[in-house]
C-alpha cells in the first residue's frame, strides 16, 4: 500500500487525489451547510451540539449528508474510539452505502486509506473546526469521479462526536486520445 505523498496542498494516494485547502468560494450546497453549522455553533462551545443541528432544516441537502459516529466502548486497531456510518443520503453511491452502512470505517477502507481518514477525524476531534476536502478518483479507464466536502464535529448529550458532512459529486469522462 502506497502511503500519501505531500505535492504541496495535494496529496496523492492510491488513485485519489486530495486537496484540504478552503476555496475561495463553495459549491452552493456546501456553503448553505456551512452557513448553517456556523449560525447553529454557539460561541462559547468548541463543538456544534448535535442536539442544534437538525437535518430537517435542510431538506434539499439532505441526500447529500452523511453521518460518522464515535461508537462508545469500541476501539479500532490503534485504540482509537470506533468510528462507523451511521447514515448515508440517497445520493452516496448505492454499492458503497451497501458496503459501508452501519460498519466502521476501519472494516470498509483500505488500511492506508482508512489511516489518513482518521487522521482528518482525529484533527476535528481536536480542534472541533469542520474539514474541507476536494478529491478525484479514477474509477476506470474513461471516466473520473470527483467530489468535495464538508465535515462539522458535533457533540452529542452522550459525549461522543458525530461527524456530520455534506457531499457534492461530479463526474467527468476523460477524452481518448
Given at each position: ?34 452557513a ?51 447514515l ?81 459529486w ?8
Amino acid at each position: 500500500m502506497s502511503k500519501m505523498e505531500p505535492t504541496g496542498l495535494l496529496f496523492k494516494h492510491q488513485g485519489f487525489l486530495w486537496n484540504e485547502s478552503w476555496p475561495a468560494r463553495l459549491p452552493d450546497k456546501l456553503q448553505t451547510f456551512h452557513a448553517y453549522c456556523q449560525a447553529k455553533r454557539r460561541s462559547d462551545q468548541k463543538y456544534l451540539l448535535r442536539r442544534d443541528f437538525d437535518p430537517l432544516d435542510l431538506p434539499k441537502l439532505m441526500a447529500n449528508l452523511q453521518i460518522v459516529e464515535e461508537v462508545e466502548g469500541q476501539k479500532d486497531r490503534q485504540g482509537r474510539r470506533q468510528l462507523r456510518w451511521r447514515l448515508m443520503g440517497t445520493a452516496f453511491n448505492p454499492e458503497f452505502q451497501r458496503r459501508a452502512k452501519g460498519r466502521s470505517l476501519e472494516d470498509v477502507l483500505a488500511p492506508g486509506l482508512y489511516r489518513e481518514v482518521v487522521a482528518i477525524y482525529d484533527r476535528m476531534r481536536k480542534d472541533g473546526q469542520p474539514h474541507y476536502l476536494q478529491a478525484s478518483q479514477q474509477m476506470t479507464e474513461n471516466n473520473l469521479y470527483s467530489y468535495e466536502r464538508i465535515i462539522c464535529p458535533t457533540l452529542t448529550e452522550q459525549g461522543t462526536l458525530q461527524f456530520i458532512g455534506c457531499w457534492q459529486w461530479n463526474r467527468d469522462f476523460l477524452a481518448h486520445d
